[in-house]
Structures are given as structure tokens and as C-alpha cells.
């Protein structure tokens, strides 16, 4: 069990929830200096003699290898498990395992399918646990995400937002990360594809405090109306394979983002996605590789956000 205490309130970032308004403001701001520091050569080895544990039940490129990279330019380093390889794969129990890796390492990253696991083992870790996706949460995104917002807009609180696709992990943190910091959410989902209840709920709750409108509709247009961010995600997530034919009836076209959802947008709108993208079915090729696009500026903000969260969990910042 965890005693240490971290630079946040809570020992492990299991989903957006785990941060409060100013937690979720300090590593924006702390991330941001990050990036700068990076990109003018001013980097400091902040995680000297530090190791990362990445444990992955499903496939990644950005979170692999930004959490890797991070790592290294913190002056730490990173090790990949896959959970074929460890003795996870053999029976070894989630406790057991975070019993063991708590002996060598300073902090996990754990990519899982059943959120229960990352629980579980952030549960039994005496270090801390950071989610890496799990299938109801991906807090790192959202993070990225926010930064992303806040460097093209200026400002979080105010802006009004639109999810159009599935009520996956995506959407459930960023329902939360929106309702914290005051950005008004309409998610637009088919029936039967809603984000969680009870994370509606909480934002919902969370936004009256900011004055942040949190809405659930079938209606794409709706939600895409006067928006200041447009943001969807696949179809089919890591683990849906097998509901290809059923999900693409559902939501092509009615749910896809083209140039006629950004027109319903605000002029300077801009489009967001976390990728991997498939042209043609959740975006065009045109929205997603056109000038309202920041999908590179977003994907590269995972690296900042992540050595910013790194460095407050293991307590140097
Ligand atoms: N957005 C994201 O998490 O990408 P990966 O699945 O490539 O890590
Ligand atoms: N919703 C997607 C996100 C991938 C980063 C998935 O779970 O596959």
C-alpha cells in the first residue's frame, strides 16, 4: 500500500477525476515550461536515476513512445512490459505483480481493456500508477488535450466544446476535464454509445460550479453549433473489432466530422482528435488535414503533459 506522498493529492492518475481544478492547472502550467525548456535547449534531468514501468494489454504509438522519450529526456528511463511477455500472461496475479514492480521501479504506466485492473494495480502499487487508457478512461489525452485548447485559445473557461462520435474513454475524461475547467460540453453520441452514467452525472455536478453546460444528445448538429472545439475518435476502439459492421451502420454518415460540421462550428473552430484517425470514416481526410486541424500540436502535447504528470507523481517538481 502506498504511504509516499506525491506533488498531487491523490498517489495515481486513474482518470481525470483523481484532479482537482488547480491539480489539473499546475500541470498545464508546469507542462507548458516543460515544452519550452525543451525546445530551447534548457531541459533539466529532473528524473535523474529514475525508472518507469509501461505495462501494456492493448497496442500504442503516442503513449509508448512519448511516455519513453519523456523519460529520457528527464534523465530517466523507461522499461516496456507487455502483458504477453510478464508472468501476467502465466497467472501471476495484478496484486502480485504490482507487489513486484514496486521493488524495482519508481512509478507504472499501465495501458489496460478492464479499468478494474489499473485499479487494482495502483491499489497494490506502493508507487504511483498512472492509466495509460483503459477502456473507461484516458486522462493523459485529456491533458494534452487541454493544453492544446488552452495554447490555441488562450483560455479553457468560457469555450464551448463538441464531442461527435462514440461515449468512449475519451469522451468520459473529457466530460470531466470540460465541467472542471469551465468548458461547455455537448457530446453527441448514438443511442446506446453514451458515455458513462455516472461520469455525466459527476460532470454535470462539476460544471454548475463553473458554468460549464453539460449536454448528451443524439443530435450532431446540435452539438456542433457556434462550437470553439470540435473533437471525435474512432469508431471502433481497441477491443471493438469484433462490432465493426454493427458500429459502422450506426454511425456513418450521420456522425461523421466534414467540412459541413466545421461550417456549423465557430469560423475559428478548431478540429481535434486524439488518432489514431481513419479517414473517411469518423473524419475526412479534408477536416482532418485542413487548416482548422491541431492533431500534431495535440499529439505532441502528450510529451509535455506526461513529463509534467511524471515529475509531480514522483514528487521533484
Ligand atoms: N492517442 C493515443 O493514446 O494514441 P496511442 O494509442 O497510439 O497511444
Ligand atoms: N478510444 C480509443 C482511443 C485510442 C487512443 C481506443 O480506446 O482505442
Known amino acids: 500500500m502506498k504511504t ?8 495515481d492518475l486513474l482518470g481525470l477525476q483523481d484532479l482537482s481544478l488547480s491539480e489539473i492547472n499546475l500541470i498545464l502550467d508546469f507542462a507548458s515550461k516543460l515544452k519550452k525548456e525543451q525546445k530551447t535547449g534548457k531541459a533539466k534531468p529532473l528524473l535523474h536515476g529514475k525508472t518507469l514501468g509501461m505495462v501494456f494489454q492493448k497496442p500504442s504509438t503516442r503513449t509508448r513512445v512519448s511516455f519513453e522519450a519523456g523519460m529520457y529526456q ?60 483503459s477502456d473507461a478512461f484516458h486522462p493523459c489525452q485529456i491533458l494534452a488535450d487541454l493544453l492544446t485548447i488552452k495554447e490555441k485559445k488562450g483560455k479553457l473557461n468560457g469555450l464551448k466544446l463538441a464531442w461527435i462520435g462514440d461515449g468512449d474513454n475519451v469522451c468520459n475524461d473529457l466530460l470531466i ?27 454535470a455536478r462539476d460544471g454548475k460550479k463553473t458554468a460549464a453546460d453539460i449536454v448528451i444528445t443524439e443530435d450532431p448538429i446540435a452539438a456542433a453549433k457556434d ?91
Open 227 to 317: 462550437a470553439d472545439v470540435v473533437v471525435t475518435d474512432t469508431f471502433i476502439s481497441i477491443g471493438k473489432e469484433g462490432e465493426r459492421a454493427s458500429r459502422e451502420s450506426t454511425f456513418l454518415p450521420k456522425y461523421q466530422v466534414n467540412s459541413e460540421t466545421m461550417k456549423l462550428a465557430k469560423k475559428d473552430a478548431i478540429f481535434m482528435h486524439c488518432l489514431p484517425a481513419k479517414r473517411g470514416q469518423e473524419v475526412t481526410a479534408q477536416v482532418i488535414d485542413g487548416k482548422q486541424s491541431v492533431v500534431w500540436q495535440e499529439a505532441e502535447n502528450r510529451l509535455h503533459v506526461q513529463k509534467a504528470i511524471l515529475c509531480l507523481l514522483m514528487k521533484t517538481a
Open 4 to 11: 509516499s506522498k506525491t506533488c498531487l493529492s491523490n498517489k
Open 177 to 203: 476535464g470540460c465541467a472542471r475547467t469551465g468548458i461547455s460540453m455537448t457530446a453527441a453520441c448514438p443511442k446506446g454509445y453514451e458515455p458513462l452514467e455516472d461520469v455525466v452525472a459527476l460532470a
Open 74 to 133: 528527464l534523465g530517466g528511463t523507461a522499461v516496456y512490459l507487455s502483458a504477453n511477455d510478464i508472468q501476467i500472461a502465466r497467472g501471476e496475479t495484478i496484486e502480485d505483480t504490482a507487489r513486484t514492480l514496486s521493488l524495482y521501479l519508481d512509478c507504472v504506466m499501465a495501458r489496460v481493456y478492464d479499468h478494474a485492473d489499473v485499479q487494482k494495480l495502483a491499489q497494490y502499487s506502493s508507487i504511483p500508477v498512472i492509466n495509460g487508457l
